[in-house]
Structure formats: structure tokens, C-alpha cells
């Protein structure tokens, strides 16, 4: 975890003229909470589940602010609150918002910074819902936690529901069985990415299994592997897929799960054969970056070092110098000999916050089209502004609550995420 510097506040990404950007990106996000997608950026095309919470009607007042005064606003509250709250920033959040963080970093860090501050009674959580979910699972019984818009979600976590994940499960059982074999491993252990509900989460940590983030997503299989004949890794069949493979594990031995179809659409012989069963789920930002991309980098800019998030398709990873999580990028980039040209495959307003910083290196996102992740997006100083304006006047607005049944699953499958440090 870092406490930024004071930023300069980057100008917002101009319009797209093709991909999945439109031209709604400079929009303010309480234009877009009625629409059925997440709205602008790369998971535009992604449609939100009936089911996920949406955000009510932000005060006039808030939509009419200035960016100068609504930084000031926050700042004020900040001040007036003092240690009875927390911000946390993900990296991916836009720079007016991160200005304000406490703890800025990626899911990993973050889910630990949210047990650091225990005297914090409130936690503003600046990232999506699954985050905040985490946050509060962690957290003290006696804090709240607060996700500024509750628009935010994740297409990717949308990809798998309990309901889809509990019905693959009673699937494999019957192909498998539920005993463990000569060696003491049991037949499949599953493993969830951060980015899940916390009802999948809890499913883990109900059934033996854990969480990763891209941080520590192969300290978290070798602990699988030491317990399990194989692993179902849910939601993104990308960074299982690089993870995994960057392990020894054959593509043969890594059959994609299908919740459409029966089995996944694998035979009870190719599940026999399997390390790592991939669940179909990508993320929209890492799913645009292509071969071609860095190909025309490595033409225009010779000598490029082109780093991309484990997220990105395995071809992308394959063709890059270097793949790792935000936080392997950020120290990478501080870490290089000054004059340094890096090609970045994930998340703009990371990469174009990274340029900001370091001047000394040049420093440009592989996407021509540039297509932030618009859940990320929803994260408006405004939105801000509005709750911390709130708990300064003695209320608690978007409280993000895990339910109680969840939470036991949920804090065990974490713990067991926390305790595996990348080596």
C-alpha cells in the first residue's frame, strides 16, 4: 500500500471512434445508472444482472459542482472526519478520485489495507462491489463499509453466479466422486478470483478452497495443487489459463467450463484429465489487448519493454516481455533505468497516471482506443464528495453488507488468500 503524492489531475479519455468505447465516455455516470449495460468504456456491451444493486439519484447540488470544488468539499470532510474514516483507491481509479485515497493500490493490497485501520469507523471503499464486499467481510464488526456508487460492479464477477458455480460443483462430484485419492488429495478444490461475489467466495472457503488476486494467483494454485488432484478456477479462464500454464500445466489439461452446457462441455474423460478446469469469464479492459497491438509498438518504438496484465488472452502474454499484476507493472516502472519506452496492456487510467509520474521513462497503453473500465468509471468525485458529506452529518449512505451467512465462508476462503504471500 502507498499514500499518494497529490496528483495532477489527468484530462478525461476523449471519445472512441470504434471498439466498444462510445461516445458517452465524458459523460457524467449519473447520466448512464439507467441504462441495461455498465455503460461507456470496455465492458459497454457487458448487460448488468437484474439482480445488481443500483445506485439511487445523486443530490443536484453534487452534478453541478466544479471539479475544483468538489475537491475541496472532500478534502473538508476528510478533515472534518479525520480518523473515523478510510479511503481506499484501486488503482485503476480515475486520478480526481485517487487524490483522495488513503491507501491506493490493487485488490490484493487493498482487501489487507481494509483490516489496517481498525479504528476507522467507516471505509470508503473507491473500486467496485465485489471489493467493497471483501472490505466489509474483513473489517471490523463495528465498521461500515461504503462504496460511493452502487453502480459499480464487474462484468467479469457477473460471469459467474452462485447458482452456475453450485451446479458445476454437484457435476463434478459425480464425475469424481468426493474422496480423496492414495495420495490424500481430494479430487477438486476450487479456486476463485478476487474478482467474485461473496457468495463464491464463501462457497470456497465452504469446500476447501481459497481466493487469489493477480498478485499471488500461482501462490494460491501451488497451495491448491499441495491439497488437490486438480483445481475449477472461476471467473477469468485468462489468468488461470497464464498462471497455470506458466506452472507446467499443459493447455490439454486445462478444458474451459461452459455453464451452459453439460459438463462444460468436456467429456468425463478430458475432466479426468484435467489440472485446471477454466471457468468462461474474461475481463472486458484486458480482453481488447491483441497481438497485432504489440506488434506496432515494437515497429513504432523500438527497443519497447512491453509489459501486460496476466488478465490479457494467452497469445497477448506470449508475445509481451513481461506479464504481472498492477502492482508488478507500477514497481517495474519505477524500477527501470531512466529513458526506458514501456508498452502497457491493462487499464488506462493506471497507465496514463504511471506516465504522469514518470517523466523520466515514456510510457503509452497498447489500445489505440483506450477504453477504461467503465465500472470503474462510476467512482465520480461527486459520489464522493456526497458520502463523506453525509457521514459528516451523522449518516451512513451505500453501506455495502455482506449477510451473515456468507460472511463465515467468505472470511475463511480470504484468510486463506492473505496467509499465501508471493514468494
Known sequence: MTTPATLTALPLIPP?????????LALDPW???????????????????????????????YKR???????????????????RVVVLGH??????????????????????????????????????????ETADVLSGEDQRVI???????CSMADMATIEDVEDAWAQLEAVYGTEPDADGLVPVLPVTYMNSSAAIKAFCGHHGGIVCTSSNARTVLEWAFARARRVIFFP????????????????????????RKRLGGSDEQQLHDARVILWQ???????????????????????????????????????????GSTDYITKAIAAAEPGTTFGIGTEINLVRRLAAQHPEHTIFCLDPVVCPCSTMYRIHPGYLAWVLERLVAGETVNQIRV?????????????????????
Open 16 to 24: 472512441a471512434a470504434s471498439g466498444t468505447c462510445d461516445t458517452d
Open 281 to 323: 469469464g474474461f475481463c472486458s479492459v484486458h480482453k481488447r489487448f491483441t497481438v497485432d497491438q504489440i506488434e506496432q509498438a515494437r515497429a513504432e518504438h523500438p527497443g519497447v519493454r512491453i509489459i501486460v496484465h496476466p488478465e490479457c488472452p494467452m497469445e497477448v502474454v506470449d508475445a509481451a516481455d513481461e506479464s
Open 91 to 132: 488503482f485503476y481509479q480515475r486520478d480526481e478520485v485517487v487524490r483522495h485515497a488513503d491507501f491506493v493500490g490493487d485488490s490484493f493490497q487493498l482487501a489487507s489495507a481494509a483490516t489496517q485501520r481498525p479504528d476507522a469507523e467507516a471505509i470508503v471503499f473507491c473500486g467496485v462491489h465485489f471489493m467493497a
Open 403 to 423: 449477510a451473515p451467512d456468507v460472511q463465515d465462508g467468505s472470511h475463511l476462503a480470504l484468510e486463506r488468500m492473505l496467509a499465501a504471500t508471493p514468494r
Open 31 to 61: 447520466t448512464i445508472d439507467t441504462r441495461p449495460g455498465y455503460g461507456p468504456g470496455a465492458s459497454a456491451d457487458d448487460t448488468i444482472p437484474a439482480h445488481a444493486p443500483r445506485q439511487g439519484t445523486l443530490p443536484e447540488e
Open 236 to 259: 477469468d479462464q485468462h489468468l488461470g489459463r497464464n498462471t497455470a500454464r506458466a506452472m507446467g500445466v499443459p493447455l490439454e489439461a486445462m478444458p474451459l467450463w461452459n455453464p
Open 65 to 83: 459542482l466544479s471539479e475544483a470544488e468538489l475537491n475541496e468539499r472532500i478534502v473538508a470532510a476528510k478533515r472534518t472526519l479525520g480518523e
Open 147 to 153: 462504496l460511493p456508487n452502487l453502480a459499480a460492479g
